[in-house]
């Protein structure tokens, strides 16, 4: 089945303690982000990959570190996690760069984190 | 990205069809429209998207104006599980470097109903 799978669905963890949430995707997809949603806020983006080993900031990077070393997996790192890094994360993926199907993006079924 | 404007929400009857619209009249050409929908705290989903014909897929059909300032997305047997908020968004295709995220705004409630 195609998909994009996260994990953990749920972590509480404790303020400065790094953690990693994985992403991946079987679709061979070239593209790649991870967004936060928040109430009232919406979903933002935090990073995106247009393919291996390229990554960009998108509109709320600080405290996140990304890489993608391969097509198929996009991890998202909290190096020093806070409690205002409390939210549900999705990582999202389309088949490639041409415009028309990026914005047609696979979405993971959510990571829900909580900072103390 | 021109900006979409659709109700606070909307229910119908199971088994009937749901029809969604959207208004965005400051369209452009090259916008395409956009539809997602996401169930309770599950990731966002892509339903559909179109330039000016009106297309169907297994899940929805996408009616767009002639003038292109509103469309309708069209579930034409409404279940218990399609109950969401649905997106309507417009994104231009002129690539603009990091041109990449989607950005949903408050969309419309769908409650289907038995």
């Known amino acids: 089945e195609a998909q994009v799978t996260q994990n953990p669905r749920y972590l509480i963890t404790v303020t400065g303690k790094k953690l990693t949430v994985t992403c991946s995707q079987n679709?061979?997809?070239?593209?790649m982000s991870w967004y936060r949603q928040d109430p009232g806020l919406g979903l933002r983006q935090i990073y995106y990959?247009?393919?291996?080993?390229?990554?960009d900031k998108g509109d709320v990077p600080e405290g996140y570190k990304v890489s993608r070393k391969e097509k198929r997996n996009f991890p998202l790192i909290l190096e020093s996690p806070s409690p205002n890094q409390t939210s549900l994360y999705f990582c999202a993926s389309s088949k490639s760069r041409i415009l028309a199907e990026l914005y047609e993006q696979y979405f993971g079924p959510g990571t829900r984190l909580t900072v103390t | 990205d021109a900006k979409t404007t659709q109700p606070t929400s909307m229910d119908c009857a199971e088994g009937r069809a749901a029809n969604l619209p959207c208004n965005h009249s400051t369209i452009s050409g090259n916008e395409y429209v956009y539809w997602y929908r996401q169930i309770h705290s599950q990731g966002p989903q892509y339903i559909i998207h179109?330039?000016?014909n009106n297309e169907t897929n297994e899940m929805a059909s996408l009616i767009i104006t002639e003038d292109r300032k509103s469309s309708t997305l069209i579930l034409p047997h409404a279940t218990l599980r399609d109950t969401a908020v649905y997106y309507c968004i417009a994104h231009n295709l002129e690539y603009t470097g990091a041109n990449s995220k989607l950005t949903f705004g408050k969309g419309i409630t769908l409650s289907v109903r038995p």
């Open positions: 990959s247009m393919n291996v080993e390229v990554t």
């Open positions: 179109g330039l000016k």
């Open positions: 679709m061979n997809h070239e593209y």
